[in-house]
Every structure is written in C-alpha cells, then in structure tokens.
C-alpha cells in the first residue's frame, strides 16, 4: 500500500486492524509513506495561500510526463518535497531530450566501428544501479540516477564518442533501447513513443522485459 504519511493513524492503522480483525489476515504486506508536495518555497499548498499547483493545468502546458518525473524524483519515503513550476518545465527538457537522443539514434550510420567495450560495461552498472534503486524502494533515487545518466552520461559523452566513430550504431541503438526501459517507469508516454518509432517490431514497451 502506498499513501501519505499524516493519514497513517486514521486509516491505514485502522485498515490494519479491521482487516485482520475481520480476516484473520494483513490487509497488506508493506505500507510507502510518502510525504506531501509543498510548493517551491516548502509551504503547505492552500487555496486562501494561492499557491496550489493544478495538475491538470501543468500536464496540459507541460506534459504528463514532466510533472510525473518531477514528483517522483521529489519523492523520499516520509518526507516532504517541494515542486514549482520550474522543476516541471526542466522535467519537460529532459522529454524533449529523450525525443532528440532517439532522433540521432534512429539516423546515425556508422561503418566499420570496433565494439565499445567500455559502454557496454556502463550500461550494465546503470542497469544494476537503477536496479538497486527501485528494489530497495527508493524511488526518487532512482528516478534522478537515471535522469543524470542519460543526460550526462548517453547524451552529452557517448553519443558525442559516437560521432567521433567510436560506437557503433548498434551498440547505440541497443543502448538507447534499455535506457528506455530503465526511464519508462518515470516517464511512460515519451518513452513508449519514442519506442514505438524505433522498436514497434518487439510490442509494447510496457510489456517488454527488465533489463538484466
């Protein structure tokens, strides 16, 4: 189960109780405590403050997306995160990103280029990293670890080394495939697209295996 932390005492607790009380049986194995979303400044959002955040207005003007990637990677279990519109429109780059690392992907042509043994060996510690991550519940963890390592690491190093002849188009293209699976809990819309495009022949990605 999964819920805030401050209705922990009226009703999880009771969930608890009633369920085992009625059952015999735990209603639920384990219980995520998230905190609350404040605003940019750390306030609690309020009408009479003026400060709340409308999702509906924000995914319309940013996309879905954005404002998911920016909550999860402000999520730390019992605390609270503060989210502003800039975080959202930064979360809205990086989608962007995603889009124009799939397009150099999908054009690039290279001839003749050795494997790339140090990629390949990356990418297995970004898979076992993102890995590590999520199984041990923390969540915006990695959430930002992937975020910093296709930005930084797939976008702005290897796919500039692969401009240079020094990673193959396969091994680009294979790259960005687990790349997409490890972002698509994160960022499910852009990335099933974006898979759509360059890998439709293998399903949808949401059914596609976790890279191990």
Not at 36 to 55: A, F, T, Y
Not at 90 to 110: D, H, L, T, Y
Not at 182 to 187: D, N, T
């Amino acid at each position: 189960m999964e819920t805030a932390y401050e209705i922990l005492p009226f009703w999880v607790m009771r969930m608890m109780m009633l369920g085992i009380y009625m059952t015999g049986k735990s209603p639920f194995k384990y219980v995520y405590l998230h905190g609350l979303v404040r605003d940019e400044k750390g306030q609690k959002m309020s009408k009479s403050k003026g400060n709340v955040i409308n999702p509906l207005e924000l995914t319309a003007k940013y996309g879905t997306d954005a404002l998911r990637f920016a909550l999860v990677m402000s999520t730390v279990a019992g605390q609270d995160s503060n989210t502003g519109e800039d975080k959202i429109r930064g979360m809205r780059n990086f989608a962007n990103k995603i889009w124009n690392a799939a397009r150099f992907v999908s054009e690039f042509e290279s001839e003749n280029v050795k494997e790339n043994v140090e990629f390949d060996k990356h990418l297995r510690e970004v898979v076992d990293e993102t890995t590590k991550h999520l199984d041990a519940l923390r969540i915006g963890l990695a959430a930002e670890y992937i975020y910093n390592e296709f930005w930084h690491w797939f976008c702005d190093s290897e796919i500039e080394l692969a401009k240079k002849g020094e990673i193959s188009k396969v091994q680009l293209k294979d790259g960005l495939k687990t790349l997409l699976k490890l972002l698509h809990p994160f960022a499910p819309f852009v990335t099933e697209a974006v898979w759509q495009e360059l890998y439709s022949t293998e399903g949808l990605l949401i059914s596609a295996t976790w890279p191990k």
